[in-house]
């Protein structure tokens, strides 16, 4: 079975800082790596997917990741942080081509300061 | 466009109460959907998953089982509620192949 794990629990940055969330995944096969995004008081939001082609995937807020598949990771990364990106993010993983269940990390807590 | 509803958005039960949550998908046919637990500092945990009507899996033992009586229904239960049942639910559906996930709004749960 997949697995996920983010090291970071907790990464506090100031304003206009760089951002990198580190993400490592546990599978032999093919797999499809996602990051959400969590607003306090907010649903899981989408930032980027990644199912094949380009390992550099954009998404959504500047937000960008990078699949590197000798390493089994999916870092996140944003050059430039705001104060609005404070939230909780989760790196996740299925089995590409099934009807599978979607396992998460768990989670980054990012606080950003002004 | 396809939507996910979830509800309640909070509920806070005694000990040893049944509980019953509900989830709907509109929008869509033949949905996989998903039952999650979000606690602070464990992520979300997979508790169970259908990709069809009356087929469930089931993650991880526990007190709580799910049902799938509609297409496009996904109800979570329990008999007799713990403590250890207290926690943020959400439930969430993606299509067969798995490439994107929609989650509903959540449920606070709060045994008492």
């Known amino acids: 079975a997949q697995s996920v794990s983010q090291h970071n629990h907790h990464v506090i940055l100031s304003e206009a800082a760089s951002l990198e969330l580190g993400c490592n995944y546990s599978?032999?096969?093919?797999?499809?790596l996602f990051w959400y995004v969590q607003y306090p008081g907010q649903h899981l939001q989408l930032l980027l997917k990644?199912?094949?082609?380009?390992?550099l995937v954009k998404g959504i807020k500047g937000f960008e990741a990078e699949f590197i598949k000798s390493k089994f990771s999916f870092n996140l990364r944003k050059p430039s942080v705001q104060w609005s990106d404070t939230a909780e993010y989760f790196c996740?993983?299925?089995?590409?081509?099934?009807?599978?269940?979607?396992?998460f990390g768990t989670g980054t807590r990012l606080q950003v300061t002004l | 466009s396809q939507t996910i509803h979830q509800w309640p958005a909070t509920l806070v039960q005694p000990v040893g109460s049944p509980l019953s949550l509900e989830c709907t998908v509109e929008?869509?046919?033949?949905?996989?959907l998903y039952w999650y637990r979000q606690a602070a500092g464990r992520g979300l945990q997979l508790l169970f998953y259908?990709?069809?009507?009356?087929?469930i899996s089931s993650e991880v033992p526990q007190n709580l089982s799910a049902s799938r009586p509609q297409d496009r229904q996904f109800i979570l239960s329990s008999k007799k509620l713990l403590l250890s049942d207290s926690g943020f639910y959400l439930c969430?559906?993606?299509?067969?192949?798995?490439?994107?996930?929609?989650f509903g709004s959540g449920t606070r749960l709060t045994v008492v």
């Open positions: 259908s990709v069809g009507i009356g087929q």
């Open positions: 996740a993983v299925n089995v590409a081509g099934t009807a599978s269940k979607l396992t």
């Open positions: 599978y032999g096969g093919t797999v499809n």
């Open positions: 990644y199912f094949s082609g380009d390992p």
């Open positions: 929008g869509t046919s033949n949905p996989n």
């Open positions: 969430a559906w993606s299509e067969f192949a798995g490439t994107g996930y929609t």
